[in-house]
């Protein structure tokens, strides 16, 4: 798995490193429109993580490139111009993802994961951990090949928890998660501990692990290997 | 009241005692011009009576035959010199006191003297009053009607720029692109009024533009830090070294991180639609975007037990700027969620013209200031105070409108749809 990430903010920039170097992703930074064009042309990427306001340049016109070229890298913008015609012209440029600036790191992962399924796997799109296995196409989820019916909410948990699993991921990334955009979510995060307490019932009613535990105050873990 | 009604008052309450003053003026002028002719008069009969005198041989008493002058032969030397009198005489025939003006004077004749005593009916004190109040009265009709047509003109003509600034200013709001521009009057004040108020509201318009960009640019500019706090706080939690006390700071910190970048994230909308940065339209569907707004808070309504009403007695279709709807909707529904009662309910209502949401829940404290920023009810702590503030501007621009009240026991905020669908 290679990435580049695209990104004029050193903090920032070695955060995400940071984060991604952990899933085992073999990452590449560019601090500027120029260097992150040039990589892009010389290499090829799964995914491409891309700011739009760079020095030097718009990201969109690396996204245009991309594009022109035909590549087969998914692109997610994360920018801090947080504007819905930024976001518009973005997809319809041919960007994947748009994720606007603050995100959680655990936000990010969920969606690099999502769309490197997407790309991989074309309508074959299987997760599977030990004994559940999550068709993500049709939002099935399967315990030792015992459906488990979810809801909503509870499907998306549990894909967001996949994505970040052996991490800890916070509630108050969860609350975003779950909420979106624009949502005021603090009044969320008393029901993220009704929506995991519920997943985690269901899961382990047929006959699951319980993987899910939980983060002192902070939020929980996904372990994979008890 | 106008300033010329006012202006015509005043001219009209100083006119009463200027011409009560005229009307006294003129009645003195005028007794005093009519006795001087009276007297005149009287003179030259006394002088006919004289002439007769030097003809007439006896002593005999004269009276003239219009009964008016009369003389009687009295002994003795000429003691009196001429003088006026005026009096009041009995008229038996209308049965009233007239006034007469009288010259008394004595003419030496042989060993004594006549006694003159020539009288003319003078006119009426009354008569004349009621004659000079007439006059006075008419006067200041037609002085008071003069005002009123003359301040009507002066309305039209000369005030006409004023009046033009007046609408104009009235008119105004800031923010908005005006192309009107003060024309050049003849009249010197409103020329400069009108110089004075193009430097004010340009600089005023200045100072307003620059003030939306600080605050665009501060929320845009403090997006990038936040982040990157957000993303070592990230990194933080996945440390194994930590202990429940550390945990616990890090949520703290985390929650007043996450706070602090909802709080720019609004900011930065409201700047962007004060902006007019959202000038793709489309046609949205009121129903669906109700119905995903209230998916959204599906674990609020369940956690609250908030049992939800919809009606929908049209599907409207309204042409706006997606995105802002669906904030404009989810703010609605938020609100109508925090404010609730635990066993609550939400009725919403759409028809053709309109959405309707009602949530129970106590009544808003200050309801003229609840669009306003910053505006919250201590109870729900979450808040931050611009949800609704958020759902004003998408209204405004959108060309909606949008109006709360408080009945039976509801919040009540009403969602009139743009009128051009």
């Known amino acids: 798995m290679k990435v580049l990430l695209i990104e004029d903010e050193p903090e920032l920039r070695r955060g995400i490193l940071q984060y991604l170097l952990q899933e085992n992703y073999l990452v590449e930074t560019a601090e500027d429109f120029k260097k992150g064009s040039q990589k892009t042309k010389n290499y090829n990427y799964d995914c491409v993580l891309v700011d739009l306001s760079l020095p030097g340049g718009n990201g969109l016109d690396i996204v245009k490139e991309l594009k022109r070229e035909k590549s087969k890298a998914g692109i997610i913008i994360i920018s801090a111009k947080d504007s819905l015609d930024d976001k518009i012209k973005g997809l319809e440029l041919g960007a994947d993802d748009y994720l606007s600036k603050p995100f959680h790191l655990a936000e990010l992962n969920a969606r690099i994961k999502a769309l490197i399924r997407r790309k991989n796997f074309e309508g074959e799109q299987k997760i599977e951990i030990n004994e559940i296995r999550i068709q993500p196409e049709d939002r099935r989820v399967f315990v030792h090949d015992t459906e488990v019916i979810l809801t909503a909410k509870e499907f998306d948990l549990l894909i967001y928890f996949v994505s970040n699993k052996n991490r800890v991921v916070s509630k108050s990334a969860i609350a975003e998660h779950l909420s979106g955009d624009y949502a005021d979510h603090f009044n969320q995060l008393d029901f993220i501990y009704s929506h995991v307490k519920n997943l985690r019932k269901k899961l382990v009613e047929k006959g699951c692990a319980d993987y899910i535990s939980t983060v002192y105050g902070i939020g929980y873990n996904f372990k994979t290997n008890l | ?421």
């Not at chain 2, 200031?369 to 702590?381: G, Y």
Request: charged share 20%.
């Open chain 2, 1 to 421: 009241m106008k300033l010329l009604t006012r202006t015509t008052i005043y001219y009209a309450l100083l006119s009463v005692p200027l011409l009560l003053l005229a009307g006294v003026t003129f009645y003195f002028i005028i007794t005093s011009e009519l006795n001087k002719s009276m007297d005149e008069s009287l003179l030259n009969t006394k002088n006919h009576l004289e002439n007769y005198l030097k003809t007439k041989q006896d002593t005999s008493n004269y009276s003239a035959p219009d009964g008016d002058s009369f003389m009687r032969f009295l002994p003795g030397p000429v003691q009196q010199a001429i003088n006026f009198k005026d009096t009041l005489i009995f008229n038996s025939s209308e049965e009233e006191y007239l006034p007469f003006r009288i010259l008394y004077a004595e003419v030496p004749f042989g060993t004594g003297h006549y006694h003159l005593n020539i009288r003319k009916a003078s006119i009426e004190t009354e008569d004349l009053i009621d004659g000079i109040v007439i006059s006075i009265f008419v006067v200041f009709v037609i002085l008071f009607i003069g005002l009123m047509a003359l301040s009507w003109w002066i309305n039209k003509k000369l005030w006409k720029p004023f009046y033009n600034t007046l609408n104009f200013l009235s008119a105004y709001k800031i923010g908005t692109k005006n192309n009107f521009t003060f024309g050049a009057t003849a009249t010197a004040e409103f020329n400069s009024l009108n110089v004075s108020l193009d430097k004010m509201l340009t600089r005023i318009g200045r100072d307003y533009q620059k003030q939306k960009e600080f605050t665009e640019n501060a929320a845009h500019e403090m997006q990038t830090p936040v982040a990157v706090m957000q993303s070592k706080i990230d990194l933080l939690i996945q440390s194994k070294n930590l202990g429940e006390e550390e945990m616990h700071l890090i949520e703290q910190l985390s929650s007043a991180l996450q706070k602090l970048s909802y709080l720019n994230r609004s900011l930065l909308l409201l700047s962007k639609i004060e902006n007019k940065q959202f000038s793709q339209l489309e046609s949205v569907s009121v129903q669906v975007v109700v119905d995903n707004s209230l998916s959204l808070y599906e674990s609020a309504l369940t956690s609250k037990e908030i049992t939800v009403n919809k009606s929908y007695l049209a599907n409207p279709v309204t042409t706006i700027n997606r995105g802002l709807f669906e904030i404009l909707m989810n703010n609605l529904v938020q609100n109508a969620v925090r404010h609730n009662v635990q066993g609550g309910a939400i009725n919403i209502e759409v028809d053709n013209k309109r959405l309707v949401i009602e949530n129970t829940g106590p009544a808003i404290e200050s309801p003229e200031s609840i669009f306003e920023r910053f505006t919250r009810s201590d109870q729900s702590i979450g808040s931050i105070g611009l949800g609704l503030a958020i759902v004003q501007e998408i209204v405004n621009a959108s060309g909606m409108s949008i109006d709360y009240r408080f009945q039976q026991d509801k919040n009540c905020f009403t969602l009139h749809f743009n009128d051009y669908q």
